[in-house]
Nanobody
Framework: QVQLVESGGGLVQAGGSLRLSCAAS????????MAWFRRAPGKEREFVAS????????YYADSVKGRFTISRDNAKNTVYLQMNSLKPEDTAVYCC????????????????WGQGTQVTVSS
């Protein structure tokens, strides 16, 4: 089992930045692919970013590419999502997820999920 707890969400103006954190506990964190997903009001949950356990490989949704950066500190069992140049359409609940396999965009590939943290971007 892996337990995931997100933090760092909040209210920010358009153009601003936030850094989300996801602290993991339980089984060996360093061997898991980690990802961030988000769910905007009235929309389906969507993939945002994913990073391999080594930190060498990352993948981003087109909507956030160049603005968001996923990173991890395996010594701290924590994965981060640095969000810059935020837009009102980035408003959503952001969840981190863990998978035992390779980087993937499909939610079904991820076995463990956090509860999420709210990000609100005002115009």
């Amino acid at each position: 089992q892996v337990q995931l707890v997100e933090s760092g969400g909040g209210l920010v103006q358009a153009g601003g930045s936030l850094r989300l954190s996801c602290a993991a506990s339980g089984r060996t964190f360093s061997r898991y692919t980690m990802a961030w997903f988000r769910r905007a009001p009235g929309k389906e949950r969507e993939f945002v970013a994913s990073g391999a356990w080594s930190g060498d490989f990352t993948y981003y949704a087109d909507s956030v590419k160049g603005r968001f950066t996923i990173s991890r500190d395996n010594a701290k069992n924590t994965v981060y999502l640095q969000m810059n140049s935020l837009k009102p359409e980035d408003t959503a609940v952001y969840c981190c997820a863990a998978a035992g396999g390779r980087i993937a965009t499909a939610q079904t590939e991820y076995a463990y999920w956090g509860q999420g943290t709210q990000v609100t971007v005002s115009s």
